[in-house]
């Protein structure tokens, strides 16, 4: 799990490296939407012919398969007109990155090919693009489940976070560690902070600089939401939170991220339409502030942090200065070094209150180890954390998956 290559060399490499496949790959899923949408749009021709509504030079009602205006061509008209649906979403889908196009183009081939069998003698060309169809379908799937299942070591950077590429790769190859966890390193630090931390990491545990983690779970926007993401943290420097969340049946990719120095907040729906897009300096004080929450993640970064005492035996305070910022997070610690929660005082401006600071905080529900270092497998988050509002504030749940520590 070591990487031992330079962060701003690998950041350079992967732009120069990577910038010819992107735009393959990009044109490559351009032609693949248009014939989508091209061949989900002739379909309206055997709709017509089929509903007597109009025939074509090419074709006339005496080419059509069941005789035109009859109650099967009526239906067989409509497997006609759902083709052409399912195409064009299998085409939209396809240019917003997701993978779920690969269902609605499978769907629609099947839907396609037993309306065009009967009229094969006109239809040919049509029946050729389905089977093209149906074999990109089965590559693409095939491809995507040989690939390395995300968490694991290698560096590839999520689709969602591809405008923040060299700031992913730039927290994701830090350099290697060179210490390992020792009981003798936290000696002289509070002991909630003690506890906690001879809990997660066992000694001789190189001290991992960045984590990245995979997740998935609800995030609240206006009803809750599923989403699956992956997050790239390194304590005291930044993270970046790339997802994929699913509003109306629709794909909406996009990331928060704290990195050199700033924040910002990028979302598209269909990776076309503008939902969010959010930066300057109210952006980034909050993003400083959920960075230091996210030491919960990567405990093997507690250097990076000065701990003080909290407010009770059970709790300990973190402490970063990030930029012109001084952040802080509390955590409660639990009898056998469990971690129970994080509270932080955090720039926002939750249900349109004024910019301030308001209770942020997370709920760990359960812990597991990953790569030996135990930390939150379950946790809940949200604003007004601890206090009477906090049904409202709620609007994050997620069970981690996976976590890579480098």
Known sequence: MTVTSNPAGAAASARATGIRPRK?????????????????????????????????????????????????ALAVGGVWLLATALFLTAAVLLLGHSARWRGFA??????????????????????????????????????????????????????????????WLGLAT????????????????????????????????PLWNTAQVTMHG?????????????????????????????????PVRGFDRYSSGSGEMRWRMLGLI?????????????????????????????????WTPGRSADHVVGTWQLGGYEESVELEIGS????????????????????GRYPFGCTVHREQAFGGVTMPATVSAGWWWGTPRYDEGEFFRASITAVALS
Do not use: C
Request: proline residues 7%.
């Open 336 to 355: 056998a070094g469990e971690m129970r929660s994080a509270l932080i005082s955090r720039w926002g401006n939750p249900g349109g209150e004024p910019f």
């Open 174 to 205: 830090q350099p290697a560690p060179t210490d390992v966890f020792t009981a003798e390193l936290v000696a002289a630090l509070p002991e909630p902070a003690r506890r906690w931390l001879t809990h997660a990491i066992p000694v001789g545990t």
């Open 24 to 72: 393959l790959r990009r044109t490559a899923e351009l032609a693949g939407a248009v014939i989508l949408a091209g061949h989900g749009l002739i379909h309206l021709i055997g709709v017509a012919l089929l509903w007597r509504l109009a025939e074509t030079a090419e074709l006339g009602y005496a080419d059509a398969r069941p005789a035109p205006g009859s109650d099967g």
């Open 274 to 306: 503008p939902v969010v897009t959010v930066t300057g300096a109210d952006v980034t004080q909050s993003a400083a502030g959920r960075l230091v929450s996210e030491i919960v993640l990567a405990p093997t970064g507690f250097r990076t942090a000065i």
């Open 106 to 167: 499978g769907v629609a081939v099947l839907a396609s090919i037993p309306v065009l069998l009967p009229m094969a003698a006109a239809t040919g060309a049509g029946l050729v693009v389905d089977l093209a169809v149906a074999t990109a379908v089965l590559l693409t799937w095939r491809v995507a489940r040989s690939a390395p299942a995300a968490g694991t070591p290698a560096h590839s950077v999520p689709g969602e976070a591809r405008r923040v590429r060299a700031s």
């Open 218 to 250: 609800e995030i609240k926007l206006g009803n809750w939401r599923r989403f699956t993401a992956r997050q790239v943290v390194t304590p005291g420097a930044g993270y970046i939170w790339a997802a994929t969340a699913w509003l109306a049946g629709l």
